[in-house]
Structures are given as C-alpha cells and as structure tokens.
C-alpha cells in the first residue's frame, strides 16, 4: 500500500464526520509527518460564520497537540471535482513543511491532482520576513 492510499482511506473517514449543516460542504484531511504518523481532521461548521474550522487547521492542530512539527504529505478529500486549501490553510501547512510537500486533491474516489506546496503558495510569508522588519 502506497502511503497516499492510507491517506486517502484515513482522509476519507475525517470526510464522513465533518460537521457542515449549514454549507452541506464536508471536508476531511490526512497529514503524514516525517517521523510516519498520520494525522486527520475534518471542517467543522458554527453557526456564526466564519468562526468554523477547516480540516487541514483541524488535523495540523491535532499534529501540533502530539507533539508533532513535520508535514511530509498531507491529502484533502471532498465531494467535488477539485479541493485546494484555503490561504489560510496553505500558510498553515507552510508553517510545518518544505515548499516540496505534496498537497493532493481528492474526491471520495479517487486522488484527483497532486500539487506542491510551492505550486499553490510560491510567495509565502516565513519567520524571516518578521526577523526583517523595520
């Protein structure tokens, strides 16, 4: 088994629990680290918009609270043609991973495209661009 098919399967079960009752939109993501864990989230709507939570955010954060630093690959699963990060989550996964990592896209069939991060955010803001400022 090819570690994107344990994403894929693992993203896929983060999908069937998203909580979306108001965009009926669900959302789940795998995240493999270096050190070979994989770790999952899904969206999570709130009435209150925008106060919900993505599913990339959802498994980073729960990557994080493992004591966890490392991206090596991450998958996004819903039921459309193509799903991308959002900005917010493209920072995010930049936070954590080389500009090579690789972003699959995914429906609940199958990987659809498989993009780098660099691909998706090749000017991305970094430690370095607050150490230089003013």
Do not use: W
């Not at 990592?101 to 659809?112: E, Y």
């Amino acid at each position: 088994m090819k570690k994107s098919d344990n994403l894929f399967t693992q993203a896929l079960a983060a999908y069937k629990n998203a909580y979306a009752p108001y965009s009926h939109f669900q959302v789940g993501a795998a995240i493999l680290t270096k050190s070979g864990n994989i770790f999952t989230g899904c969206n999570v709507e709130n009435v209150s918009y925008p106060c919900g939570t993505c599913a990339e955010a959802g498994a980073i954060s729960t990557m994080v609270a493992a004591g966890e630093r490392e991206i090596a690959e991450i998958l996004i699963l819903a039921d459309t043609q193509q799903i991308l990060p959002c900005g917010n989550c493209l920072q995010k996964i930049a936070e954590f991973s080389a500009s090579d990592v690789l972003i699959h896209s995914a429906n609940p069939d199958k990987i659809v495209k498989t993009m780098t991060l660099s691909e998706l955010l090749p000017l991305k803001f970094q430690a370095k661009d607050i150490e230089n400022a003013g």
